[in-house]
């Protein structure tokens, strides 16, 4: 028995599909497209939220290194963001650096207690027409980010980013065997250095680090004061970057066509903000120009381009920040502008789709776009498209209850049908659909076709009871399924309906 036992085959470990020579080449060619676009991007990020390149620098580099072991989604990049910038400033100008990090450490605290809590699950309510708005919002957000860096510039950035363009749409139309992106960075980069050409430089956006992160605390007061103070902030940090976070992961899992676990990329980015904020980073989320860059610029599938992403960006800015800061802007700006295209959802605007669409579909859209450029907050934009979605969705459902009623043979008593969903935005309009002073003396209202949803619904079948009781007559409501009967005969008297 034991020699058979011992001659079973012993199961096979799977091969990362990254050991493939043709997905390593692809991998690692795109983690370095990546890093190089990260580093102006991490040191904006930076001055905008108020605090030293470096700081960026570190966070882009946990954050896709972490992210990229905890994740739940494949070739996703996380990194310092402007979205998380915008929360940390006021706090950074008020209260310093170190209130800051703790602020990351704690959010990215909360970030994994509602992993647990199952927030990742709240994504299937956001509708599709909210999900296009915000990939075209953050496609015009990604465009907007460049302009600043093509006002004000020698002419020579104009030629230089029409080069670099051409070479980004032509060269894939004769070989994928390299990131057209990277060829284009590094053409540009030789051309500029060998002609001593007077152009914006990646050095010109912010000095780069010279020595690692180091593990540390913040030196903070750890009371419940500076508890009151980070709270919010932290708050804040944990929303927006689980939003942002999963927005991306969706889009990804769209265009890649395979599946992500949610739950594992929601506590993925807590630990990743929490790794960062011991190593002195500003915290981040997922970034969905770099992703883009990454999942559709460059062909990367695989959690080895996220981690070689955070790698090279360190031994770039740390190790070859000579080389790297003569980079001219113009290539990555070039870089930045075909993302924004081929993110932007042109058939959504085509205008035989909008002629098809729901005028209501177009609206939410319009609203997430608007909402996100006006604030430039893609949380906000979100949040304001699935409210939207929602309040047209209630109108449109709220309509679709209908009320019909046939007189007894014996003439003593009224029988209405009710056919719908009753909800707070159905139920309101139930009230006037009844012949309250002409109806014989006894009502049967019949509900085989219709659901009770909530309190303002058994509310108004109380004000229908109510009103034909003043009369002097009776109401018998039939027919109720299980869970309007349960909601029905547990609030039914109890709501204050007036007489």
């Excluded at 954050?63 to 990049?77: D, E, N, S, Y």
């Excluded at 999963?246 to 739950?263: E, F, G, P, Q, Y």
Aim: charged share 15%; proline share 5%.
């Amino acid at each position: 028995m034991s020699s058979v036992l011992s001659a079973a085959p012993r199961p096979r470990l799977s091969r990362p599909s990254w050991l493939s020579p043709k997905v390593f080449r692809t991998e690692v060619l795109a983690g370095l497209v990546v890093a190089l676009a990260l580093i102006p991007e991490a040191i904006s990020f930076s001055i905008l939220a108020g605090v030293d390149p470096r700081v960026g620098l570190f966070a882009s580099f946990t954050m896709a290194v972490t992210i990229a072991i905890c994740g739940g989604r494949p070739a996703m990049i996380s990194a310092a963001t402007g979205a998380i910038a915008l929360v940390v400033a006021p706090l950074v100008k008020e209260h310093g650096l170190d209130y800051l990090i703790a602020a990351v450490i704690l959010g990215g605290t909360i970030q994994v207690l509602l992993a647990v809590l199952g927030v990742a699950k709240l994504m299937r309510f956001i509708p599709r027409s909210v999900m296009v708005g915000f990939v075209n919002a953050l496609a015009i957000l990604i465009f907007a980010a460049q302009v600043p860096h093509l006002l004000g510039v020698p002419w020579l950035v104009y030629p230089l980013v029409a080069v670099a363009l051409a070479i980004m749409v032509g060269l894939p139309r004769l070989t994928r065997a390299v990131p057209a992106p990277l060829v284009a960075i590094v053409v540009l980069t030789v051309v500029t250095v060998a002609a001593h050409a007077a152009v914006p430089t990646v050095g010109d956006e912010g000095a780069l680090p010279d020595s690692l992160p180091t593990l540390g605390l913040p030196q903070i007061p750890w009371t419940l004061g500076t508890l009151s103070v980070i709270a919010p902030y932290a708050l804040g940090i944990a929303l927006v970057g689980l939003m942002e976070s999963l927005m991306t992961a969706k889009l990804v899992d769209d265009i890649t066509d395979t599946h992500s676990n949610k739950t594992r990329e929601s506590w993925g980015q807590g630990v990743a903000n929490i790794v960062t904020g011991f190593f002195g980073g500003m915290g981040g989320c997922a970034m969905i120009g770099q992703t883009m860059i990454n999942v559709k610029a460059s062909g990367a599938r695989t959690r080895l381009s996220t981690f070689l992403a955070g790698v090279f960006l360190l031994i770039l800015v740390v190790a070859l920040g000579d080389v790297v800061a003569v980079i001219p802007m113009a290539a990555l700006v070039a870089v930045m502008i075909i993302v924004a295209v081929s993110t932007f959802d042109w058939h959504s605007v085509a205008p035989k789709t909008l002629k098809r669409m729901p005028y209501g579909e177009t609206i939410v859209m319009a609203a997430t776009v608007a909402t996100t450029l006006a604030t430039r907050n893609l949380a906000i934009g979100v949040v304001v498209g699935v409210l939207t979605a929602m309040v047209i969705f209630a109108r449109r459902v709220a309509h679709l209850v209908e009320v019909t009623s046939v007189l007894d043979p014996d003439g003593g008593t009224r029988i209405y049908s009710v056919r719908g969903e009753l909800f707070f935005a159905s139920s309101n309009d139930l009230v006037g659909r009844f012949d309250y002073a002409n109806d014989p003396d006894h009502v049967v209202i019949d509900m085989t076709h219709a659901h009770v949803w909530d309190a303002s619904s058994v509310a108004a079948l109380d004000a229908i009871t109510t009103k034909y009781a003043t009369r002097g007559k009776t109401v018998e409501i039939i027919e109720l399924n299980k869970p309007s009967a349960r909601i029905h005969d547990t609030l039914a008297g109890q709501l204050g309906v007036g007489h």
